[in-house]
């Protein structure tokens, strides 16, 4: 059974940083998704453990980072220049084979982190 556990959400100004980490029990693709409130959940950013490929949606490219820390099992989402239409719950998941950009192919889930940013 895979376990996701994610954590640095929070509260912050329009145009500051925050660093979500998901720390995973074994390793897969893994990505970031984002739901704001009345929205389905969109694809943030994935990344291939072994290869460290990434992909990114067009509206998160230059501002957010997703990396991995292979002695920590940690995924990283490095958020930079936040804007108020990035607030929502943010989930990591994991595949065992390969990144999507639809959470319907994701087998497994952390709890979310909520992210709010502030006009």
């Known amino acids: 059974q895979v376990q996701l556990v994610e954590s640095g959400g929070g509260l912050v100004q329009t145009g500051g940083s925050l660093r979500l980490s998901c720390a995973v029990s074994?390793?897969?693709?893994m990505a970031w998704f984002r739901q704001a409130p009345g929205k389905e959940r969109e694809f943030v950013a994935a990344i291939y453990w072994s290869s460290g490929n990434t992909y990114y949606a067009d509206s998160v490219r230059d501002r957010f980072t997703i990396s991995r820390d292979n002695a920590k099992n940690t995924v990283y989402l490095q958020m930079n220049s936040l804007k108020p239409e990035d607030t929502a719950v943010y989930y990591c998941?994991?595949?065992?084979?390969?990144?999507?950009?639809?959470?319907?192919?994701?087998?497994?889930w952390g709890q979310g982190t909520q992210v709010t940013v502030s006009s």
């Open positions: 074994s390793v897969y693709a």
């Open positions: 998941a994991a595949n065992p084979t390969r990144y999507f950009k639809n959470a319907a192919s994701y087998n497994y």
